[in-house]
């Protein structure tokens, strides 16, 4: 059994984080190592760079942890990401190709409207010119018409008609003109009048409705009069006055002309104020039925129904909102605690926590338990543990340092890997950063073998690409320490050039992949997609 | 409903007298005029020439015949047949004439619209205007008759004068803002004057009887503008129709927007009635089960017969896309007509011919749309009631009433293809043209017990 171990920064300190550890059981495969991808155990994430680098997997589990990773679904979970971010990127194009479409169009439009403005002006002045012209025109026929008259141009009738007012016609002078405007006055006087006499009966209608209103709302109120004085509000004290108020200006208005602006301002703020001791006398009866059931008062029981519906519909609300405030709380708290180990490693542990079922409801399901039981130990354990990695580490780096020499002259068909070698190696030192380093504790689980880390610093520097995989592959293979159960993630090696939101979120995905074989191709993808099957992931790590 | 004999016409010209005792109509050059519930001829008259126009006198004492190829008018009388009287406007030549509201004066707009000749029936004198302006609609007289408003283009700036039509005296003269005027018209009660542009650019103004500017509205620039307005019977709205398919009613306090109407090909909402022409197979209808239009009234069994079905929301209608580049589009609304008791609003839109859309102008809202077979053409409400007649240059007449909607097919030897139509005022006959006949429908059949009228092709 493999332990995975990672191990966190050195300046975080440990209890804050959850420490998984992951034990695989099951055989490996010869055809999984092609990678070994190994969950990432929530590493509480500083923005720095991860320091340390982890080890997961020795020789002895490199079988074992390549039975944990699933590798096609961290390749189709791969692919799905970079062509969702194509995707992404393609629509973004789009979305800049049709803003630029609309501003060429608004442009020509607006040239558009220029252009018939400078044509309807040209257009107008054309017709002017033309009209003038066509006006001499008419003047030079009517001239000639005119000078015809005598020819042609007459009435030829049997008799006159009388008119039809039987009236005599009558000469046009001053004085008909001044009768004619009079006239014309005089119609549109009674236009206006019969107008306004509509509007005045209207507005009659309307007061008269107001009024109404207003009389039934104080009738309303005033049954209320007595209870509502025990509890001595100020509104109430005017409800009785307003309603004295009112009755006498009832009787004004109905003697003064309504029109009245004074009367008609009374009128309105009278109404007014009616609605609001109104509104707020429903609001008391609103609180006085919830004590109705308390006190019993029979008076209220008619109103207390219709009030207690609405005290019912007002109390479901507050229940509403209070299960929403709840729930929202119980997710805040959750992020909370979750935050404090960092996004990566929650998502890590969920994700491993999938894994991990799976493997466990295989073979390990009765150990869980004990597991959980055991894991505050394991934590502990963990930070001795974390300083021995250190060490560890420190020596595997030797190690790998040895090895390296002895590829760069073994291989030499693996040339662009060295390059790669190189990368896997920062690959390594940058995810130690992350594997830091919940670690299980369990009796079983095995700590992993010191991966050596290269210096945090070229941790920094590594790309999110997928380290030559057959580069890692080689490296882990011949590396028999480091290729078991150490994984390259990708994407945790530079959380400050990575999205801190993938890694985090799909921080379950992340894995180390390894490559187990030189030559393989889909070894040590990075893993986004599968899950470290060797890891534990304690539940009860999650705050 | 009864269909009276058809009857030979030309040109369209028939018309009732106000006081709808007396049908005139053309032939020719012969005019006659016959009773309108016997539909006997009781005058004859024969003019120089082809009639082109036919008017009767506010009091339905003459009738006015004008000849505009000869530039002649000639007036009858129908208390005194022998009576005559001729009007030539001679080398002025004549493209309208119309009576005076005191039916004691003619109005004869000369060639090129060089002038307006008042010319009067009890005196001897004759007036002139100048500066008509030829336009759709130059000339409105208000419904009392006391004023006449006449469009005058001087100076290239557009001008309205009012004449107070018992002496014609000048009452006010005033430009309007106008870049173009197309048309004015008085509100029934006289006291407003609506005057709208060119459709060239939306713009419709409202003046008062003494020549303020009440308002201007317009509703958008650039595009054509205005292709039809109506006023309400209560003078209450004023309705505008444009080349962008919408009506928009203005109200008459403020003279702002209260609503507009859009014309969409698509009805929606189930809540408007779509009553569809549909053609009534006589062979299958034995096995027809289809809705029974409660309303529809079976014609008279001849050619085929169509029937009115209610489509269920949502029903697209029939569009025309009109021609591009040519003046004077089939699109927008170019048919607008208020009901008498002001509850209704009937529009057709240009580019949906084949329909007609009601609304309800309580609520302010479409009421029903008629969808009919071919393009409608003409429509006409009854004077009395809220009743709609439409011909469509079929041979069938529709009706639509609040109760629902009828298609009646006009029999008739030939086909009798219905080109326009014309109320009598009491909104109980029905005058149907074709080009070369007409026929007079009766509505009300209780109270024409024992009336005999044209026997052939009588139907009750």
Redesign the interface.
């Known amino acids: 059994m493999g332990e995975w171990m990672t191990v966190t920064d050195p300046d975080l300190s440990s209890e804050s984080k959850n420490i998984c550890q992951y034990t695989s059981e099951t055989k490996m495969s010869p055809s999984s190592l092609y990678s070994q991808q190994v969950l990432c155990s929530s590493i509480p994430l500083s923005k720095n760079v991860h320091s340390f680098f982890s080890a997961f997997c020795t020789e002895e589990n490199i079988e074992q942890s390549i039975s944990y990773l699933d590798q096609e679904q961290l390749e189709t979970s791969r692919r799905e990401m970079i062509g969702l971010q194509e995707r992404d990127r393609q629509l973004q194009c789009k979305n800049r190709n049709l803003h630029q479409l609309l501003k060429n169009e608004k442009d020509e439009v607006q040239k558009l409207?220029n252009i018939?403005a400078s044509r309807a002006t040209q257009y107008?002045h054309d017709?002017?010119r033309k009209?003038?012209e066509y006006?001499k025109l008419?003047e030079r026929?009517?001239q000639?018409?005119m000078n015809?008259k005598d020819?042609?141009?007459?009435?030829?009738?049997?008799?006159?008609?009388?008119?039809?007012?039987g009236k005599r016609?009558?000469w046009?002078t001053g004085k008909?003109?001044a009768r004619?405007?009079d006239?014309?006055?005089k119609?549109?006087l009674n236009?206006y009048e019969y107008r306004q006499k509509q509007i005045l009966m209207e507005n009659a209608e309307l007061k008269k409705v107001l009024q109404q209103m207003k009389k039934e709302m104080i009738s309303l109120l005033s049954p209320q009069k007595q209870k509502p004085r025990e509890r001595a509000d100020d509104s109430t004290g005017t409800v009785i006055s307003d309603a004295e108020e009112d009755a006498g200006e009832l009787s004004r208005e109905s003697m003064w002309d309504l029109s009245c602006e004074t009367v008609r301002e009374q009128l309105t703020n009278s109404i007014r104020k009616q609605w609001r001791i109104l509104k707020s006398h429903v609001e008391k009866l609103d609180n006085q039925v919830s004590k109705v059931h308390l006190e019993g008062f029979n008076d209220e029981d008619v109103i207390s129904r219709q009030d207690h519906e609405q005290e019912t519909e007002k109390l479901e609300l507050e229940i509403q909102q209070c299960k929403e405030m709840i729930k929202t709380q119980q997710q805040l708290l959750q992020q909370q605690l979750a935050t404090a180990c960092d996004d990566d490693t929650t998502s890590l542990l969920r994700d491993c926590y999938l894994l991990e079922e799976k493997e466990r409801l295989k073979e390990e399901w009765s150990l869980f338990k004990e597991q959980k039981k055991n894991f505050e130990k394991e934590r502990r354990s963990f930070t001795e543990a974390a300083i021995r990695l250190g060490l560890e580490r420190k020596a595997f780096e030797e190690e790998r340092a040895s090895w390296l020499k002895q590829q760069f002259l073994n291989m030499t068909t693996f040339d662009h890997q060295n390059s790669e070698n190189m990368k896997l190696f920062s690959a390594f030192s940058g995810s130690s950063d992350r594997d830091s380093l919940t670690v299980h504790s369990r009796p079983r689980q095995k700590k992993p073998h010191g991966v050596s880390n290269g210096s945090p610093v070229c941790t920094s520097k590594l790309t999110k690409s997928l380290p030559a995989s057959p580069s890692t592959s080689d490296f882990c293979q011949t590396r028999s320490c480091a290729s078991e159960h150490s994984s390259i993630n990708v994407l945790n090696i530079t959380p400050e050039e990575t999205k801190p939101n993938p890694v985090g979120r799909e921080g379950t995905n992340q894995k180390w992949s390894m490559a187990s074989r030189p030559g393989s191709q889909e070894g040590c993808h990075s893993g986004r997609s599968s899950t470290c099957t060797n890891s534990h992931v304690e539940k009860d790590d999650l705050p | 409903m009864n269909f009276s004999e058809v009857f030979k016409l030309s040109s369209l010209l028939c018309k009732f007298s106000p006081d709808g005792k007396y049908l005139a109509s053309c032939v020719q050059y012969r005019l006659v005029i016959r009773d309108v519930n016997t539909l006997q001829i009781l005058q004859l008259y024969t003019c120089l020439d082809q009639i082109q126009h036919i008017e009767w006198s506010?009091?339905s004492l003459?009738i006015l015949c004008a000849m505009y190829k000869r530039g002649l008018v000639q007036?009858w009388?129908l208390e005194q047949p022998?009576?005559?009287?001729?009007?030539?406007?001679?080398?002025?030549g004549l493209v309208a004439s119309c009576w005076s509201p005191?039916?004691?004066h003619i109005l004869n707009t000369?060639e090129?619209h060089?002038?307006i000749t008042v010319?009067s029936?009890?005196?001897?004198?004759?007036s002139y205007i100048k500066y008509p302006k030829a336009c759709q609609q130059g000339i409105t007289f208000t419904r009392d008759g006391?004023?006449m408003a006449l469009a005058e283009?001087r100076d290239?700036k557009d001008h309205v004068s009012v004449f107070?039509c018992s002496?014609w005296?000048l009452?006010?003269h005033f430009d309007t803002e106008t870049?173009?005027l197309a048309g004015i018209e008085w509100a029934p009660?006289?006291?407003v004057l609506a005057v709208w542009d060119t459709c060239l650019e939306y713009k419709v103004l409202l003046y008062?009887?003494?020549g303020r500017l009440l308002s201007a509205y317009c509703a958008y620039e650039?595009s054509l503008g205005v292709k039809s307005v109506a006023w309400s019977p209560s003078s209450q709205f004023l309705a505008v129709g444009s080349y962008d398919g919408k009506v928009r009613i203005l109200n008459h306090v403020t003279w702002k927007m209260i609503t507009e109407f859009g014309h969409p090909a698509t009805i929606n909402n189930p809540k408007i009635v779509v009553y569809k022409e549909a053609e009534k197979n006589p062979r299958l209808a034995l096995g027809r089960l289809a809705f029974p239009p409660p309303r529809a009234a079976a014609g008279p069994a001849s050619t085929t017969e169509s029937k009115y079905e209610i489509a269920s929301a949502p029903v697209s209608l029939q569009t025309l896309k009109p021609i591009a580049d040519r003046a004077n589009p089939k699109i927008g609304i170019g048919a607008l007509a208020f009901s008498p008791d002001n509850y209704f609003l009937a529009t057709r839109n240009d580019s949906v011919p084949n329909a007609v859309w009601i609304w309800d102008i309580q609520k302010l809202r479409l009421f029903v749309v008629l969808e009919q077979l071919s393009p409608v053409r003409f429509f006409q409400w009854d004077p009395q009631q809220p009743r709609l007649a439409i011909c469509t240059g079929g041979g069938k007449v529709y009706l639509w009433s609040p109760a629902g909607c009828v298609s009646v097919q006009v029999p008739g030897e030939g086909d009798f293809q219905v080109l326009s139509l014309c109320w009598h005022f009491s909104g109980d006959s029905l005058a149907l043209l074709s080009k070369d006949h007409f026929c007079l429908c009766f509505l009300e059949t209780e109270e024409r017990v024992g009336t005999t009228f044209g026997r052939p092709g009588d139907h009750t």
């Open positions: 409207q018939i107008n017709m002017k009209e003038r006006n008419k026929l009517h000639l018409v015809k020819k042609k141009i007459a009435m030829e009738v049997l008799n006159y008609v009388g008119r039809a007012d016609g009558s046009r008909t003109e004619n405007e006239e014309m006055y119609i549109l236009d | 506010a009091d003459f007036v009388s022998e009576w005559h009287c001729r009007i030539d406007e001679g080398s002025a005191d039916g004691r000369t090129f060089l002038r010319w029936l009890c005196t001897k004198s004759v006391r004023y283009r290239c107070v002496d005296q009452l006010r870049q173009d009660n006289g006291c008062s009887l003494d650039w």
